[in-house]
Nanobody, 121 residues
Framework: QVQLVESGGGLVQAGDPLKLSCTAS????????MGWFRQAPGKEREFLGG????????YYADSVKGRFAISRDSAKNTVYLHMGYLKPEDTAVYYC??????????????WGQGTQVTVSS
């Protein structure tokens, strides 16, 4: 079993950056592929981006490509979502997820509890 704990959410101004963290436990971090999602009120969950096992490659949804970036610190078992130039429409609950998949993940087995990001105009 894998436990994921997100942190770093909060209220920010439009145009500000924000970094979210997700710390994993319960399984060797290098054996996990990590992903980030968000869900705004009244909307479906949206995939933002992910990496492969070990974090050697990253990929992003077109909606955030160039503005969001994923990195990981293996020593801390933590993956980060770096968000730049936030917009009010980025307001959502942000979730990290983990999978034992190899390559591009089509699903994630483990989920964090989510962290709220609110962007004011």
């Amino acid at each position: 079993q894998v436990q994921l704990v997100e942190s770093g959410g909060g209220l920010v101004q439009a145009g500000d950056p924000l970094k979210l963290s997700c710390t994993a436990s319960g399984r060797t971090f290098s054996s996990l592929a990590m992903g980030w999602f968000r869900q705004a009120p009244g909307k479906e969950r949206e995939f933002l981006g992910g990496d492969n096992r070990g974090g050697g490659s990253t990929y992003y949804a077109d909606s955030v490509k160039g503005r969001f970036a994923i990195s990981r610190d293996s020593a801390k078992n933590t993956v980060y979502l770096h968000m730049g130039y936030l917009k009010p429409e980025d307001t959502a609950v942000y979730y990290c997820a983990a999978s034992r998949c190899v390559g591009l993940c089509t699903g994630y087995e483990y989920w964090g509890q989510g962290t709220q990001v609110t962007v004011s105009s």
